[in-house]
């Protein structure tokens, strides 16, 4: 059997909220229950958002919690050659275009996806010609096409999601018009670079899934398993956001034990009949996916 290779993905954008400890939390003993290897990257490929003092501090605080990792992979900000081979590869295959889009063009050209609000591209810089294309001034985003076929992601958690990347998605940025590569991209050279095996993160990013997998598909790259643990919610119904500081891992460190921390996490995965204080190692011994929760869990701090 190969070995289990998982990895912590923070984006240095500010203090990590519950939230984000909670994915963390289950994506370290995922691995550990499995005596695999876990792999620390940064992901700090928005260079508006991203600030070097966040990602010493992210790793500060997973230390605190006791969340170690076996490796470090090289921050995103330093893989942009290897993002470039990927999107040339891409543009090889006669998969890739310019968009000349401005974003009030494309709201006002796209239909809202009908289940989470998302636009879909319309396809409107697909087939300019050359000529067209020349008329243009502004620096353009770059597309990847999408196929009209179903993508299905077996994910451990949630199940089967399916989703048709022309009529759920269409084809999507990336490389951004400043010339900063998208996630979708990254994320995928990134993984397949450090061997990772398996990827537990937050059910927001279970959409993005089937890009990536036509994206693994497209560059001959080996895709993970997945699994999408459900998103910790306020008691009013909002999702948990760094922006609001919701449960600040800054400000509960003022109050709390990182043992109380963990324990009161591992009730809301169903890993405890109570939240009591306990170490990151003596959960991996009662670590389970059959009873993490599926759907959205409201917490209070």
């Not at 691995?31 to 490929?45: A, C, F, H, T, Y």
């Not at 591992?266 to 929760?293: M, Y």
Request: glycine share 6%; aromatic share 8%; charged share 25%.
């Amino acid at each position: 059997m190969n070995k289990v290779v998982g990895r912590f993905a923070p984006s240095p954008s500010g203090r990590m909220h519950l939230g984000n400890v909670f994915a963390a939390l289950l994506a370290w003993l995922s691995v550990r229950s499995q005596n695999g290897e876990m792999v620390l990257r940064i992901e700090d490929l928005d260079p508006d958002r991203c600030r070097p003092e966040y990602a010493e501090t992210l790793k500060e605080d997973l230390r605190w919690l006791g969340l170690d990792w076996d490796r470090e992979q090289t921050p995103q900000s330093r893989r942009t050659a290897a993002y470039a081979e990927a999107f040339s590869s891409l543009e090889a295959q006669g998969l890739v275009y310019p968009c000349y889009c401005s974003r009030t063009e494309l709201h006002a050209a796209s239909a809202p996806h009908a289940s989470d609000g998302r636009v879909l591209y319309a396809g409107t810089c697909r087939n300019l010609t050359p000529a067209q294309r020349a008329q243009k001034t502004k620096a353009p985003a770059w597309r990847l096409k999408v196929p009209d076929a179903v993508r299905t992601v077996e994910d451990r958690l949630q199940g089967p999601y399916r989703e048709n990347l022309a009529q759920d998605c269409g084809d999507f940025i990336i490389r951004r018009a400043d010339g900063v590569y998208a996630y979708q991209l990254a994320v995928v050279v990134d993984d397949a670079a450090a061997g990772v095996t398996e990827v537990v993160r937050g059910l927001d990013l279970l959409s993005s899934t089937p890009r990536q997998l036509y994206l693994y598909e497209r560059l001959a790259l080996h895709a993970p398993d997945f699994a999408h643990v459900p998103l910790l919610i306020a008691t009013d119904g909002r999702r948990l956001s760094k922006r609001d500081r919701d449960m600040d891992l800054g400000l509960l460190r003022q109050e709390k034990h990182p043992e109380e921390i963990l324990g009161l996490l591992a009730r809301w995965a169903g890993l405890l009949e109570k939240p009591e204080p306990i170490t990151a190692r003596d959960l991996v011994a009662v670590f389970d996916w059959s009873h993490v929760p599926r759907t959205a869990i409201p917490v209070q701090p």
